[in-house]
């Protein structure tokens, strides 16, 4: 929302001013927060954990993943980065490919890209074929005794190059995984909260009808103050509280950080920057398309809201 916002700063100074205390001790903002963030959600998606950074969600996203499923393995896409902790730095292979390579447990699928992926423009079902893609991996991973957690992936890939997968990627892929016993992971930490303009969240991008099991947010949720979360379904909730180990967090959800984010909400809202995002957007994308024309360069222009990927070619 902007650098040095003063609505931001004025939030986290008044409340600083009040009490800031780990969240063992019960404040109000907490509550009014997940209150205020559940609304922007489809409605399964009504319980939330707040963490410090996006890596602490996507951690923990794998955790919850994995009790709830009592399965280990998971499927990103190639390129992908989701985390600086060690077990996301085993999910990147943006990462895991320069350091000690692929655990046994991680399966990588092609990124659905249609200008430079496996299936490009001019298939005849581009959405089908990636999410074949997936389904040839769990079926590969079954042969081997392996079992699916996660489907864990960027609702944009980001790092992958500025990706928009096909609309109907997403509700293919999730059917393949759902029916190995697998959730679907919706990282949102670098595209989610209007970014995209049309959507408050990029996985709406893909049709109403889609809704993931699992996703989690960073970055923009605390306009560069560290906080995070991570939002699920009451039934993945309580397998992870089944085992008795609870949850807790010192600084997660805090009552400086809550204040902050619900100023970045009302923010939001006020100055219609979801709107902006549009608006802006699609004035870049035009005079980049502008730009195209005249520039042999310049092989796709690709982009939705504030998210927009330029790709140079010899």
Known sequence: VGHCHPDIVKAAHEQNQL???NSRYLHDNLVDYAERLSKTLPEKLCIFYFLNSGSEANDLALRLARQYTK???VIVLDH??????????????YKF????GQKEWVHVAPVPDTYRGLYREDHEDS????????KNIIEHAHKRGRKIAAFFVESLPSVGGQIIPPAGYFQKVAQHVHKAGGVFIADEIQVGFGR???????FQLQGEDFIPDIVTMGKPIGNGHPIACVATTKEIAEAFAATGVEYFNTFGGNPVSCAVGLAVLDVIEREHLQAHASEVGNFLMKLLKEQQIKHPIIGDVRGCGLFIGVDLIK
Do not use: C, M, Q
Request: aromatic share 10%.
């Open 80 to 93: 992908a980065y989701h985390g600086h902790l060690t077990s996301l730095i085993d999910i990147s292979p």
């Open 97 to 100: 490919r320069n350091l000690e």
């Open 196 to 202: 995209v303009g049309k959507h408050f969240w990029a």
């Open 19 to 21: 009490l800031n205390t």
């Open 71 to 73: 399965h280990e393995d």
């Open 127 to 134: 959405v089908t074929a990636y999410a074949d893609e997936v």
